[in-house]
């Protein structure tokens, strides 16, 4: 048999978690390496491809038996195999990653496992990651940000039903910045992909406000003809 | 040593052709397989990646082993590595392609290698490929699609400079229809993106249209924190 570099997938998991002021910030599920390269680092999850594992199926059991959870969006990101991606280690263990992202709710992330090896981090106060991991997540940060602004992406973040404030909230973790109330809503009526469900939100407020919906006829983009073949997670839902 | 998939690195190269009438139409470069599965059927070139090969480096291999040519623009499109790829073959013989898409300048294209088992084809004309070879051409038409609306991706099918009817007509071609010439001009004003030299086309005509060229500071889209460690090809020009 030739020399060949191996193949793996590796996750990236996103989701929303309160701070220690109750504000909404975008989190990451990272587990600690247990033997080199890189022992005792904190890295994105990931294994080898199973034989009989379909691509996304092995991006789908990276974040099982990270976190118990099943995505709410899966998505290629990128495959990374550059030569220097494990400095110091053997050009005979070459490893390419194949990268997907993945969108946990923040209800499910509530409850997800963590132990000592494994745990949630502020997507924007990262230090230094094993491998290539710091490229990789600011390739999803991108990719998240882009796509946030013109696909019903933050309804991988919440239930089916919200109020403007909570997707507001999405947003504003996700992009890391205030956006202010009136604008906002102005944005979300002109871009028509979320819809009033007529219902309002349950509690003891004098006027609670209204619950909306995603229009579930429009798209999410970027998928192109793949979109069948390789979205399973979501349309399983 | 365990059971793996394999891993190889495939390679869709675009380029503008005439037709017999001197349209000039989208075309590809497939190669003819000389072995099993899938014998005597037109492919995607591709290959092994070597284990001191970067990804970028395998697809623009492919390219020049193909073609002779240089890529003009190269970006990585997607990892297909469904299960079902290679019908009837056994599972031990599977292989996760990471495949790459590359535009190729019509001028270059015109002298490239041709033989037997290399070929061009019309994009739109296809019969069936090997593999999920006609899937990943349509995948990849569809990012070039999208692409070209809204970065300087034309340019990697024409010169530095080019005239509007020049750079319509790659529109034409990859878009597969016919534009309204003052409503493209007015399209490319608005844009921005491509600006006068204020040189005109040499010729014997009486009044030689304008040369345009792209404007450089303005970057290739969707590249993200990536573009400078995967565009080595576009950045060598």
Known sequence: MSEAPALAVSTVIFT???????CMKLALALVKRIRKPFQGQW???GGPLGVNEDLSDAASRNLFETTGLQPRYLEQLYAFGSLDRSPGSNIKDRVVSIVYWALVGSDEAAEAIESENVSWFWADELDKLAFDHNLIVDYALWRLRNKLEYSR?????????FTLAQLREVYEAVLGRELDPGN???????????????????????RPPQLYRYDSSIDLTDQGPLRNSTNKQEKKK
Chains 1, 2 share one sequence.
């Open 43 to 45: 890295a994105l999850p």
């Open 153 to 161: 992406l933050a309804h991988g973040f919440l239930g089916e039903r």
């Open 16 to 22: 929303l978690r309160p701070d220690s002021t109750g």
């Open 184 to 206: 906002f809503r102005r944005m979300v009526e002109a871009n028509g992909a979320v819809v009033a469900t007529g219902e309002r939100l349950e509690g003891t407020r004098h």
